[in-house]
């Protein structure tokens, strides 16, 4: 999982500005997964992607969007339509194959809404 | 959709003793089971993961034990130690379902000396 970077690691937002999330892997893996994690809960699937130019959305993508032009890239823009972003985002990867189930995860971004 | 229930929610041994961790599922397609555990600020590791065809699985000090027929999991981890010391979480997915994982809500470790 050493293969998977998220920028920035703190990321503060006014209200009404959108905020992008960087997401690169270097692992060559197809799939990449978006989560959110607030305090003392599990994992809550935001969006996915298991090939460029394709992405479906999880259990709770409002107010969220993503881009996948680059297998190493999966970006997420966290809207101003997203009431309550303030959570621990975390990105993942999926591989090596596509049969493989395994998950391995980025560092996370700690997004605070001022 | 699936939905994981986790327990307990804290859980606190002291060094040397074991620690077990429960989870159930409710979707019988089901097939993938890995246990993550996440240290304060940090990001979730996989720990130790099982398949439905396998009712076992040992990794040194942790464990993980399968019962498709009560459709539930656990994490066995013996002669604990400080370190040992996190939140682990359990989760599930099935074929078909783009490997999408369901959590459950985690359970605290605390490993006293």
């Known amino acids: 999982d050493g293969g998977i970077t998220q920028s920035p690691k703190y990321l503060f937002r006014k209200e009404g500005q959108n905020v992008t999330l960087s997401c690169e892997q270097n692992?060559?893996?197809?799939?990449m997964y978006w989560y959110r994690q607030d305090p003392g809960q599990g994992l809550r699937l935001i969006y996915y992607?298991?090939?460029?130019?394709?992405?479906q959305k999880g259990d709770i993508a409002e107010g969220y969007s993503v881009s996948r032009e680059k297998k190493e890239s999966f970006p997420l823009t966290v809207t101003s339509a997203q009431k309550n972003p303030t959570a621990f985002y975390l990105c993942?990867?999926?591989?090596?194959?596509?049969?493989?189930?395994?998950?391995?995860f980025g560092p996370g971004t700690r997004l605070t809404v001022l | 959709g699936e939905n994981v229930e986790q327990h307990p929610s804290t859980l606190s041994v002291q060094e040397g003793d074991s620690a077990v961790i429960k989870c159930t599922y409710s979707?019988?397609?089901?097939?993938?089971f890995p246990w993550y555990k996440q240290e304060l600020g940090k990001r979730p590791q996989l720990i130790i993961d099982?398949?439905?065809?396998?009712g076992e699985k040992k990794d040194q000090r942790i464990a993980v034990t399968l019962n498709k027929t009560a459709k539930h999991f656990s994490l066995h981890i013996t002669e604990t130690q400080p370190e040992d010391s996190a939140v682990y979480f359990c989760?599930?997915?099935?074929?078909?379902?783009?490997?999408?994982?369901?959590f459950g809500t985690g359970t605290r470790l605390q490993v006293t000396l």
């Open positions: 993942a990867a999926r591989g090596p194959t596509p049969s493989t189930d395994t998950q391995y």
């Open positions: 692992l060559n893996h197809d799939a």
């Open positions: 992607s298991q090939i460029v130019n394709d992405f």
């Open positions: 979707d019988s397609a089901s097939n993938y």
């Open positions: 099982i398949r439905s065809n396998v």
């Open positions: 989760a599930t997915t099935s074929t078909g379902t783009a490997s999408k994982l369901t």
